[in-house]
């Protein structure tokens, strides 16, 4: 026997049969646990006496080992289906506002897959945009997704790999999209929103738990457009009405500075006069 690696293939009562990885069967002594498809090693004196191969018909022998690539080539296809990761792709970006899309990118920034989860942009305009660079794919969605809201984007790019990757990312964003909040994600998010159906930025978004934390995603906040995205997105913060009593309460206070600014300009303007 060329190696003492085998596969269990059946288990008597008494005794095993098991494949080697020259495709013979051999009859091995029958120990406790053996379970079929387990992977073992054996020695000479595991096998039984009386001859090493089996008395197993070539016809049985065909479909036991068509039987094993059966079940492998099932393992290998569970790992393709759930893996979120599409040949080549090395980041993934996804957009939320009128309509949502997510962008799967290789390492040149090139769109590799484009799917819109709701469904709010047609399948045509998707399927042009593969092979596009990802300035172009956002100048061509950016009429989809503009609103007089903020529009939510989210992106995974492995880190130490390509420091300025992000960076372009980000620089491209800024560009073609007029106000954003931006929330960076890892490899796990990407697993658990696919799981959830969700978009990267909304699965990104459940996770924000206070208005502080909210406002470091964003340039420069304007509390008007950022109530009315807590408000449509109520469903995925989990303190939406708190936070919106805050964002009301800093929206007073801001109109409360203008007014002093507006009075200390008055008063400048009366001593001017005097």
């Known amino acids: 026997m060329d190696s003492n690696k085998v596969i269990i293939m059946e288990v008597k009562d008494d005794y095993a049969i098991v494949m080697t990885s020259d495709f013979e069967f051999i009859k091995i002594k029958k120990k406790k646990s053996m379970t079929e498809g387990q992977k073992i090693y054996i020695v000479d004196e595991d096998i039984c006496q009386g001859g090493d191969k089996t008395s197993l018909s070539n016809k049985n022998k065909l479909l036991k080992i068509l039987g094993l690539i059966a079940i492998l080539l099932g393992i290998l296809l ?148 950022l109530d009315k995205f807590v408000l449509t997105n109520s469903d995925l913060i989990k303190n939406s009405t708190h936070m919106r009593q805050q964002i009301k309460n800093k929206r007073l206070n801001d109109k409360d500075n203008d007014e002093d600014d507006d009075d200390d300009q008055e008063e400048e303007n009366d001593d001017d006069d005097d």
């Open 78 to 225: 569970l790992a393709f289906l759930f893996n979120p990761f599409k040949k080549d792709t090395y980041a993934t970006a996804s957009f939320d506002g009128d309509a949502s899309i997510e962008l799967s990118l290789d390492k040149n920034k090139k769109i590799i897959e484009a799917i819109s989860r709701d469904d709010s942009i047609p399948s045509g305009e998707l399927e042009n945009l593969k092979g596009k660079s990802f300035e172009y794919g956002l100048d061509e969605i950016d009429d989809y997704l503009e609103n007089d809201n903020y529009i939510l984007a989210s992106c995974y790019v492995p880190s130490g790999e390509n420091d300025n990757y992000i960076d372009d990312i980000r620089t491209a964003i800024d560009k073609e999209l007029s106000e954003v909040i931006f929330i960076n994600a890892n490899k796990d998010d990407i697993k658990q929103a696919q799981k959830e159906n969700k978009t990267l930025g909304q699965y990104k978004l459940q996770s924000v738990a206070s208005l502080s934390e909210l406002e470091k995603y964003i340039n420069n906040v304007n509390y008007n457009k």
